[in-house]
């Protein structure tokens, strides 16, 4: 079982990532980013390893970073200040999460997001140009156990993202993160709405197995 940020501010944390249960603690409130991938308060995040009464609300621990924190410093960011914005952890080959940090010599500096797939996969960084016509940022992958998971973060004008007759993803007190998991291959996309208006379809035709950045 992951450890899931809910869309309201919410933490619930399992007992093992192998069993059911759990706690639920408030998480302090957030501001999502606006139309330009920029965030009212910074960077967004938690630090690698960060507690809240006691739970690892970051869903990361720091040496689970490395291969991030150098991708960021060879783009130039600040590697040393990565942070988690998303995380969940399908099983045992490590977790699936969006990371962010900032671009370094740049005034103001710019918030750049990271991908973190499972196992060695190299982690991608997309800065505020490269997601200018994104609405969200995924990393998800087909878990032939346990299921489909996805860690991932809207942009500031979603208002609410829906797969098949569930919803997703709801515009509230936080980054604009989310994530899901569902027993079964998803067949429906996921539908991305700024107010009324679709203004994305994300496609989820993975093989069992395959993981992969969506944007």
Same mark, same amino acid.
């Given at each position: ?10 933490? +619930?944390? @399992? ?46 621990? @720091? ?29 045992? $080959? ?10 370094? /010599? ?21 800065? @505020? ?16 156990? $346990? ?10 004008? +979603? =208002? *609410? ?22 027993? =079964? ?7 991305? /709405? ?20 969506? *944007?």
């Amino acid at each position: 079982m992951a450890t899931c940020l809910s869309v309201v501010g919410y933490a +619930v944390f @399992p007992r093992s990532p192998h069993h059911g249960g759990g706690t639920t603690i408030r998480l302090p409130d957030r501001r999502p980013s606006n139309a330009a991938w920029v965030w009212p308060d910074g960077v967004p995040g938690w630090t690698p390893g960060e507690m809240i009464k006691g739970f690892p609300v970051s869903g990361v621990q @720091p040496v689970e970073l490395q291969a991030a924190e150098l991708a960021a410093a060879h783009r130039v960011l600040d590697a040393e200040g990565v942070r988690v914005v998303s995380s969940l952890r399908g099983d045992d $080959s490590g977790p699936l999460a969006i990371l962010a940090t900032r671009a370094l /010599y740049e005034t103001p500096p710019s918030t750049c997001l990271g991908a973190l797939l499972t196992g060695d996969a190299p982690v991608e960084w997309l800065c @505020p140009s490269e997601l200018a016509h994104s609405h969200v940022l995924i990393a998800a992958k087909w878990f032939p156990k $346990s299921g489909f998971d996805f860690a991932g973060v809207a942009r500031g004008d +979603v =208002t *609410r993202i829906v797969q098949g007759d569930r919803s997703i993803y709801v515009r509230g007190k936080t980054w604009g993160e989310f994530q899901a998991t569902s027993a =079964t291959r998803p067949h429906a996309p996921l539908r991305v /709405y700024a107010g009324r208006r679709l203004v994305e379809t994300v496609a989820l035709d993975f093989a069992p197995g395959e993981q992969r950045v969506l *944007r």
